[in-house]
């Protein structure tokens, strides 16, 4: 029953016919998306990535394709050859950007057939094939603002489990959301070419298999077989490279770079996952923040969104003690974290005052309206801040009658003292917590989200973008109780600080924490979409940075001899940044899921389902590597 292609040749995709095309004889091929049987009538929803065309099989004018038609089953490959037809004005297919016509066929081929799928594709193709055409804003025809207007989140109601999708995954990409997103990332990626080659830049390709390059994540390595015992690891970015193309005199330098970090999974990090990476020599922040933000205006373009330039800049200090959060989103207006702390300065109450003696904070937000939130909800959220370290979440409610968490421990009046300075009005509800300032940072922006979001206070088709500046240099771990960079060990302190970076690394250690750094992320919805900074170009101070880090000089020299030679040649002062290319597209779909706009990602635990991979090698492989698997 399977026939051959031969010389036929497609007239035309399966979403591009329209009235105009009446009396039409084409050539359509693609998926058999719906069959539909109704006696002498046969219908067949016919899907190519360019949407889906109704497929009428009369048996009484082509007998021959009427019987084929019935053999076809969903996912079957086939060519419709017939003419255009209009459909009555009141059986249009509204659903259907096609709807107006059909394809009457005189003519069916049947060029593959399909296995019954493992799940069904999507629950509602028809609907769904209509509204992404809009968001992807492909089609010229749709206005600016009508695309704008009716943005479609992902959504996987109905869809099998993601785990079977993506085993399946040449199947689950059929799905027009997934092609449409990839479609758009194709486009974003062609218009940072083109933005990038406008303004000077040369795409640069640098090696994979290198030596480690700190990002603060695992590296992946890759045994040498030439070389017994020794070992290459992929990037997790071409940071060093790219400085060196700056020493090099290449002066302007980006490139799509494919980067790799062997690191806990969340829902917005995948093990290799791609960046717009740039350098340039010579730059002052400013223009470094110029040139992205133009950027992001014209990638934002793409969806037919305005980005208000200059972004917003705030320090790391000021998003930190306003928001709770490096990434702050200023779609949500208001519910800034307010310090309560003065206002309990003589505070017996022993868990607060214990807090405020060594140097802790107590701080809340107000939730507008929230005085009618209810017990569960309150208890929700307290579980909630506690995943962010809190010890314990307080609360105001100032209804009809106020009620709070904290009347038995600080009385009537104290308790109206602190609504009044969180700054809550009659029917608000204030939310606190109290501990180490970063615990209450974490925790306050984390319900902050929260709230926001449950109470559906995040507009929808806003994109609110900000720099956030002044990162501190080094943040400290408590679990090996040493400073690690914030940022990368080659970014540059801030001029003023580089004399306390000395004074610290030469004994006033307490001096770390001050220290702030040339370093930027461009943050737009909460997620942080770039990051970059001014780096070190005099060989002393990154000695110095070493040092801070815990390198002796013969480690440093190990590790990074090559670079620390390379910096003694006539370095240029020189700065970048770079810009996830899933999360800037995970803004712009919008998904929570970046396994939403990659083509073939990998799961949480890091594995590739379809090609069952990592896996095993063959002993051969191990021995020519010169690698034995130990014992568990
Ligand atoms: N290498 C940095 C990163 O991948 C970006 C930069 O500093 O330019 O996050």
Redesign the pocket.
């Given at each position: 029953m399977i026939e051959n292609l031969n010389n036929r040749e497609r007239t035309h995709s399966c979403g591009e016919l329209r009235k105009e095309h009446v009396g039409q004889r084409v050539t359509l091929m693609g998926w058999c998306a719906r069959r539909r049987d109704f006696g002498p009538l046969t219908f067949i929803d016919l899907r190519d990535r360019g949407g889906i065309t109704q497929i009428v099989v009369n048996q009484e004018k082509a007998p021959n394709a009427h019987a084929k038609a019935k053999e076809i089953r969903n996912e079957y490959v086939i060519a419709a050859i017939g003419e255009v037809v209009l459909r009555d004005e009141d059986s249009r297919n509204r659903n259907l950007e096609t709807g107006e016509v059909e394809v009457q066929a005189t003519e069916i081929v049947v060029l593959n057939d399909s296995r019954p799928l493992p799940f069904q594709l999507e629950p509602d193709l028809r609907e769904r094939v209509r509204d992404l055409r809009r968001v992807e804003g492909e089609d010229p025809d749709s206005s600016v603002s009508e695309r704008i207007r009716e943005p479609r989140k992902p959504s996987t109601q109905g869809l099998a489990s993601e785990d079977l999708r993506l085993k399946y995954r040449y199947l689950d990409l059929r799905r027009p959301q997934l092609q449409a997103n990839l479609r758009l990332r194709h486009r974003v990626v062609l218009e940072i070419n083109r933005y990038m080659d406008e303004r000077g830049f040369t795409h640069i390709e640098t090696p994979n298999l290198i030596k480690s390059t700190p990002?603060g994540a695992r590296d992946y390595i890759v045994p040498s077989r030439v070389q017994p015992g020794k070992f290459f690891a992929l990037p997790?970015?071409p940071?060093i490279f790219?400085q060196i193309c700056m020493i090099a005199g290449l002066d302007k330098y980006y490139q799509i770079a494919r980067?790799f970090r062997d690191e806990d999974l969340r829902a917005d990090r995948q093990p290799e996952f791609s960046?717009l990476?740039?350098?340039m020599s010579f730059p002052t922040p400013e223009q470094i923040y110029k040139l992205i933000e133009g950027l992001f205006v014209r990638i934002f373009q793409l969806i037919g969104a305005e980005l208000q330039t200059p972004f917003p800049r705030f320090t790391f200090a000021e998003v930190m003690s306003r928001f709770g959060s490096d990434k702050p989103d200023l779609r949500i207006e208001g519910m800034e974290l307010q310090d309560l702390s003065s206002a309990l300065a003589e505070t017996t109450f022993a868990p607060y005052a214990s807090v405020l003696a060594a140097g802790g904070e107590v701080k809340g937000i107000v939730i507008p309206d929230g005085a009618t939130m209810s017990r569960k909800s309150l208890d929700e959220l307290q579980e909630f801040a506690k995943r962010y370290g809190a010890g314990a979440l307080a609360w105001i409610k100032l209804g009809d009658e106020l009620s709070s968490s904290l009347m038995k421990a600080l009385g009537n009046d104290k308790v109206i003292d602190l609504a009044g300075v969180a700054g809550a009005q009659k029917g608000d509800a204030v939310l606190i917590v109290a501990g180490k300032s970063d615990i209450v940072a974490a925790s306050l922006g984390a319900l902050r989200n929260e709230i926001a979001r449950r109470e559906k206070l995040i507009p929808e088709s806003v994109f609110a973008p900000l720099w956030v500046t002044e990162f501190p240099m080094f943040q400290f771990h408590e679990d090996d109780r040493r400073y690690y960079s914030m940022?990368?060990p080659f970014?540059s302190p801030l001029d003023e600080d580089v004399a306390l970076l000395e004074r610290a690394v030469n004994g006033e250690t307490e001096l770390f924490g001050q220290l702030r750094a040339k370093a930027y992320d461009t943050v737009i919805n909460g997620v942080e979409v770039a990051?970059?900074?001014i780096r070190i170009h005099r060989r002393d101070v990154q000695s110095l940075v070493f040092k801070a880090l815990g390198m002796t000089e013969e480690t440093a020299r190990a590790r990074f001899g090559f670079f620390l030679d390379a910096l003694a040649y006539g370095t240029p002062p020189h700065g970048?940044?770079?810009s996830g290319i899933e999360r800037t597209l995970m803004v712009l779909v919008p998904t929570e899921n970046i396994r939403d706009v990659m083509a073939f990602p990998k799961t949480a635990s890091a594995q590739d389902l379809m090609i069952d991979a990592p896996g095993e090698v063959d002993p051969k492989q191990l021995e020519e590597l010169h690698l034995r698997i130990a014992e568990a």
């Open positions: 990002e997790q970015s940071q790219k980067c960046q990476d740039v350098e940022h990368h970014t990051g970059g900074s970048g940044i770079a």
